[in-house]
């Protein structure tokens, strides 16, 4: 789940358990989490390995009319199919402006969650991400 952009500024903590800073120096740190696992100074992953296509998400893909699969305060998931292929996947349209403010970056944390999940036979695998004026789509397998 994504977090609300507005409360990004509230940071309470929800774990009970708080580590001790270490005495470790950011790029030792950086070097720990590997190459492409940048963080943002909020603490969201902020690099990606998938690439955002820009060209529109239904040259691509037919969503399936009346096949809704679930809906949350910010993203709708949708059943569609690739044209190319036939197979069928899970698309989540997620708006990009969430009470006014700018939540991409909360989008692209996401997405590197996902690719780092992507070993878990319990975790869906995204496929392809989409972009577009005001929203983002992500590709999901079913």
Not at 82 to 108: L, N, P
Not at 113 to 128: D, F, G, I, K, W
């Amino acid at each position: 789940m994504i977090p609300e952009c507005p409360g990004a500024g509230n940071r309470r903590s929800r774990t009970r358990f708080q580590p001790n800073p270490s005495p470790v120096s950011a790029s030792t740190a950086a070097a720990a989490r590997g190459p492409n696992q940048a963080r943002s100074f909020s603490g969201l992953l902020s690099e990606i390995q998938t690439s955002i296509r820009t060209e529109p998400f239904t040259e691509h893909f037919a969503v399936i009319p009346g096949k809704e699969l679930g809906r949350g305060k910010f993203a709708v998931v949708r059943k569609c199919m690739e044209k190319s292929t036939g197979h069928e996947y899970a698309a989540k349209f997620m708006r990009k402006r969430r009470k006014g403010q700018d939540c991409r970056v909360e989008i692209i944390h996401e997405i590197a969650v996902l690719e780092l999940a992507t070993a878990s036979p319990r975790v869906v695998n995204l496929h392809q991400v989409y972009e577009m004026a005001s929203e983002m789509v992500l590709v999901l397998e079913l």
